[in-house]
Nanobody
Framework: VELVESGGGLVQTGGSLRLSCAAS????????MGWYRQAPGKQRELVAA????????NYADSVKGRFTISRDNAKDTVYLQMNSLKPEDTAVYYC??????????????WGQGTQVTVSS
């Protein structure tokens, strides 16, 4: 599975950005997709995730009410709409795909990362 991200950039406080992540390869085994972020000097943390059927989502407390994750299975693409951005949202955002082959193995795949910078 390969993941290609797009949509990062520089935005002012209160602004919006939309990240996209397109998956290719053996996407049929993707159980869930999501976004993580890593700020300088900090550990990578979950931002939001969504199951393949879109029926279940999970958000970090810090982004609830501001960020929305969605998924287009026909395009094997996941989106992260980020509104009301704050300087503390500044980080490299990584797309994640969790692949499961039942009874055999599971693995996390990662995109190359896209920088999001929120100026105050």
């Amino acid at each position: 599975v390969e993941l290609v991200e797009s949509g990062g950039g520089l935005v002012q406080t209160g602004g919006s950005l939309r990240l996209s992540c397109a998956a290719s390869g053996s996407t049929v085994n993707i159980l869930s997709m999501g976004w993580y972020r890593q700020a300088p000097g900090k550990q990578r943390e979950l931002v939001a995730a969504v199951t393949r059927n879109g029926g279940s989502t999970n958000y970090a407390d810090s982004v609830k009410g501001r960020f929305t994750i969605s998924r287009d299975n026909a395009k094997d693409t996941v989106y992260l709409q980020m509104n009301s951005l704050k300087p503390e949202d500044t980080a490299v955002y990584y797309c994640n795909a969790f692949v499961v082959v039942a009874g055999t193995w599971d693995k996390n795949y990662w995109g190359q990362g896209t920088q999001v910078t929120v100026s105050s």
